[in-house]
């Protein structure tokens, strides 16, 4: 005997019921969400790039879909009415009449959208286990549904016709989603609440999305919660195979090089060491060609900059590196190369995707750090953990670990943020931030330096760190 949940059933055969409806009059009801639904769009294509792969569960009518610009856009609704309202308005993407509950499709995808589904289901868990089934380890999941806080005034809006009808729903907290993305095998890497006013109020609303749903006390009225998950770390066989290439910018670093060519450990499938030399004053180019030389069981190479500061020296090593994941090393060793082997494990584990070192963890001795460095680092963590929605301690740390693939979505988009870091953290960090990449913190021991003076002046260094976070609070929390 085959058991069947005739709640289950009453329950699918009204919603189904409701929706075919619906979309017989979809133009109609469109138009009175389409001041929460436009928001809702904009933000995101803010998180997903154009032309990803892309993957809608409750497509509807295929707006959404249409907006994020996809390459391959696949939509997925049980109403046949509205998938058929979605291939007439978007012919150039794909449509599937199924039910998300037993979604089987056979491939994955880069970004798997589900807004506004989560609430109007019978089983949320069993919807975000086929989604998982369809997430690949660079997977990003983007789900959004409603506060409990506006299920009266949504109720009244559909009472008075100012909204489409709704049936009873699924009022989840942000941590009841956050435990059934849990068990359905996905992990949350950020969340936040948009949509204050969904109403047409000129001046008001853009500020109010924008800039005041992000500040307390109104972040607590937000209309929708959004999360945004990955599959739960586990081994990943592939990055196991990564060839690594550890970056090392070097100016005024004569007295460094052979030990960073002697004390860099191998990783992965292979490490690479690659140099890039910048108007040094002492003979760090010469030491570099002698070293390289004198060590020709290391694989090892060496550039000059064209450009000025760090930032444009690392993203010159990017440029001539071939390996599969790209590591930065200080060559001033205040972290040791020793300690690389635990940001490659981080990775490779599957733990995060972007590892930053922290140095503001362990007792650091007394020339290690100067005063006011550290009390200013300690305050620009809090400030962008706040900014990027994850918790990262320290920001300024110069060891950073991010994939090629990764490495070559942020250079794509750099634009988004201009070209204006002379160190390089922030515009790995920024880019991490917007695309999504779970940051894992690795605090190290840093040391003083043995060979050489600081090449950063910490005061116009601080002028810089507070431009580009007020830069990138407009970019990324205010977006």
């Given at each position: 005997?085959?058991?069947?949940?005739?709640?289950?059933?009453?329950?699918?055969?009204?919603?189904?019921?409701?929706?075919?409806?619906?979309?017989?009059?979809?133009?109609?009801?469109?138009?009175?969400?389409?001041?929460?639904?436009?928001?809702?769009?904009?933000?995101?294509?803010?998180?997903?790039?154009?032309?990803?792969?892309?993957?809608?569960?409750?497509?509807?009518?295929?707006?959404?879909?249409?907006?994020?610009?996809?390459?391959?856009?696949?939509g997925?609704d049980?109403?046949?009415?509205?998938?058929?309202?979605?291939?007439?308005?978007?012919?150039?993407?794909?449509?599937?009449?199924?039910?998300?509950?037993?979604?089987?499709?056979?491939?994955?995808?880069?970004?798997?959208?589900?807004?506004?589904?989560?609430?109007?289901?019978w089983?949320?868990?069993?919807?975000?286990t086929?989604?998982a089934?369809?997430?690949?380890?660079?997977?990003?999941?983007?789900?959004?549904?409603?506060?409990?806080?506006?299920?009266?005034?949504?109720k009244?809006?559909?009472?008075?016709?100012?909204?489409?009808?709704?049936?009873?729903?699924?009022?989840?907290?942000?941590?009841?989603?956050?435990?059934?993305?849990?068990?359905?095998?996905?992990?949350?890497?950020?969340?936040?609440?948009?949509?204050?006013?969904?109403?047409?109020?000129?001046?008001?609303?853009?500020?109010?999305?924008?800039?005041?749903?992000?500040?307390?006390?109104?972040?607590?009225?937000?209309?929708?919660?959004?999360?945004?998950?990955?599959?739960?770390?586990?081994?990943?066989?592939?990055?196991?195979?990564?060839?690594?290439?550890?970056?090392?910018?070097?100016?005024?670093?004569?007295?460094?090089?052979?030990?960073?060519?002697?004390?860099?450990?191998?990783?992965?499938?292979?490490?690479?060491?690659?140099?890039?030399?910048?108007n040094?004053?002492?003979?760090?180019?010469?030491?570099?060609?002698?070293?390289i030389?004198?060590?020709?069981?290391?694989?090892?190479?060496?550039?000059?900059?064209?450009?000025?500061?760090?930032?444009?020296?690392?993203?010159?090593?990017?440029?001539?590196?071939?390996?599969?994941?790209?590591?930065?090393?200080?060559?001033?060793?205040?972290?040791?190369?020793?300690?690389?082997?635990r940001?490659?494990?981080a990775?490779?584990?599957?733990?995060?995707d972007?590892?930053?070192?922290?140095?503001?963890?362990?007792?650091?001795?007394?020339?290690?750090m100067?005063?006011?460095?550290?009390?200013?680092?300690?305050?620009?963590?809090?400030?962008?953990?706040?900014?990027?929605?994850?918790?990262?301690?320290?920001?300024?740390?110069?060891?950073?670990?991010?994939?090629a693939?990764?490495?070559?979505?942020?250079?794509?988009?750099?634009?988004?943020?201009?070209?204006f870091?002379?160190y390089?953290?922030?515009?790995?960090?920024?880019?991490?931030?917007?695309?999504?990449?779970?940051?894992?913190?690795?605090?190290?021991?840093?040391?003083?330096?043995?060979?050489?003076?600081?090449?950063?002046?910490?005061?116009?260094g601080?002028?810089?760190?507070?431009?580009?976070?007020?830069?990138?609070?407009?970019?990324?929390?205010?977006?």
């Amino acid at each position: 005997m085959i058991y069947t949940d005739s709640w289950a059933e009453q329950h699918r055969a009204e919603r189904l019921g409701h929706w075919e409806g619906l979309a017989e009059g979809f133009d109609a009801w469109r138009k009175k969400r389409a001041n929460y639904q436009d928001r809702i769009s904009e933000y995101y294509r803010f998180l997903i790039p154009p032309q990803m792969k892309v993957l809608e569960i409750g497509c509807a009518g295929g707006d959404l879909l249409a907006a994020v610009r996809p390459a391959r856009g696949v939509g997925v609704d049980w109403s046949g009415k509205l998938v058929e309202v979605a291939r007439r308005r978007y012919p150039e993407l794909h449509f599937v009449v199924a039910d998300a509950h037993e979604l089987e499709l056979g491939e994955t995808f880069d970004y798997i959208i589900c807004s506004d589904v989560l609430n109007d289901v019978w089983d949320a868990q069993k919807i975000l286990t086929a989604i998982a089934r369809h997430c690949g380890p660079t997977t990003r999941v983007i789900l959004n549904v409603f506060s409990h806080l506006w299920s009266w005034p949504r109720k009244v809006a559909g009472r008075i016709g100012y909204a489409p009808p709704q049936l009873t729903q699924n009022w989840l907290t942000p941590e009841d989603v956050v435990n059934l993305l849990g068990l359905a095998g996905l992990e949350l890497v950020r969340q936040s609440g948009e949509v204050l006013c969904p109403f047409p109020i000129p001046l008001l609303r853009g500020f109010a999305d924008r800039y005041l749903v992000h500040l307390w006390p109104f972040k607590e009225l937000a209309l929708t919660n959004v999360f945004i998950a990955r599959l739960q770390a586990a081994p990943v066989e592939e990055r196991r195979k990564a060839k690594v290439s550890v970056i090392v910018a070097a100016r005024n670093e004569e007295g460094n090089i052979a030990q960073i060519l002697e004390r860099t450990p191998q990783m992965g499938a292979g490490t690479e060491l690659i140099f890039v030399e910048g108007n040094s004053t002492d003979k760090t180019w010469e030491a570099i060609q002698r070293e390289i030389a004198a060590h020709p069981e290391v694989d090892a190479r060496a550039y000059q900059q064209t450009g000025k500061g760090k930032g444009d020296a690392v993203r010159k090593g990017y440029s001539e590196a071939t390996g599969d994941l790209y590591m930065i090393l200080d060559a001033d060793l205040t972290v040791p190369p020793e300690d690389l082997p635990r940001f490659y494990e981080a990775w490779a584990s599957g733990k995060g995707d972007f590892i930053n070192g922290v140095r503001l963890v362990y007792p650091m001795r007394d020339q290690a750090m100067r005063f006011a460095n550290h009390v200013a680092n300690k305050g620009f963590s809090l400030g962008f953990s706040w900014l990027l929605g994850q918790p990262i301690k320290d920001t300024l740390c110069g060891t950073k670990v991010l994939s090629a693939k990764h490495y070559a979505l942020l250079a794509a988009n750099r634009a988004y943020f201009g070209d204006f870091d002379p160190y390089g953290d922030f515009d790995l960090i920024f880019g991490a931030a917007r695309f999504n990449l779970k940051i894992v913190d690795i605090p190290i021991r840093y040391r003083e330096r043995t060979y050489g003076e600081t090449n950063i002046s910490r005061w116009s260094g601080g002028v810089t760190l507070l431009r580009m976070f007020f830069f990138a609070l407009r970019r990324l929390r205010f977006a």
